[in-house]
């Protein structure tokens, strides 16, 4: 029997609550040409490094992209991206909430603008089609968190499908 290995990426991605919990920090991907997200909204984060473990990633993110300390943080849900990337590349996701930080966040970083949009606008603004399914899931009620799997080919999700313990 042929195994394929299956080596994804490691990532994080956190979406910001405002103190009043009706808005959420996204950063506009407009400032570099060549980027696969420009033009897209999405939350803030990226690669896990060899010496982090997931929380430290995002909190380590969260800082360098908007330039505040997360104090409180949920795991809402873990995503398989397989075939995500440009070049076909699969990604395992750590979703998070944060929903108490320090500090001011900048107006903007090297990727794009920040800026604060209400919960219930997130379906009017430009962002990858997959976000759509998953995105109720980040901000809804239920404590637990969910478990995707989003393949993709072309830039286009496939399916989509998870689970909650």
Known sequence: MWLTMYTPIIGTLGYILSPDRRQVLLVHRNARPEDQHLGK??????????????????????????????REMRLRGTINWTGFGP?????????????????????????????????????????????????????????????GHMPYRNGRPLSWDYSRL
């Open 41 to 70: 909204y999405n939350g803030l984060g990226g690669k896990m490094k060899p010496d982090e473990d997931i929380v430290s990633c995002m909190k380590r993110e969260i800082l360098e992209e908007a330039g505040i300390r997360c």
């Open 87 to 147: 070049d076909g590349e699969d990604w395992l996701g750590f979703i998070f909430l944060i929903t108490r930080f320090d500090g001011t966040p900048y107006t903007a970083n090297e990727e794009g603008e920040l800026h604060w949009h209400p919960l219930e606008t997130l379906d009017s603004l430009p962002m990858w089609e997959g976000d759509r399914y998953f995105l109720p899931l980040v901000f809804d009620a239920d404590p637990r968190p969910f478990h």
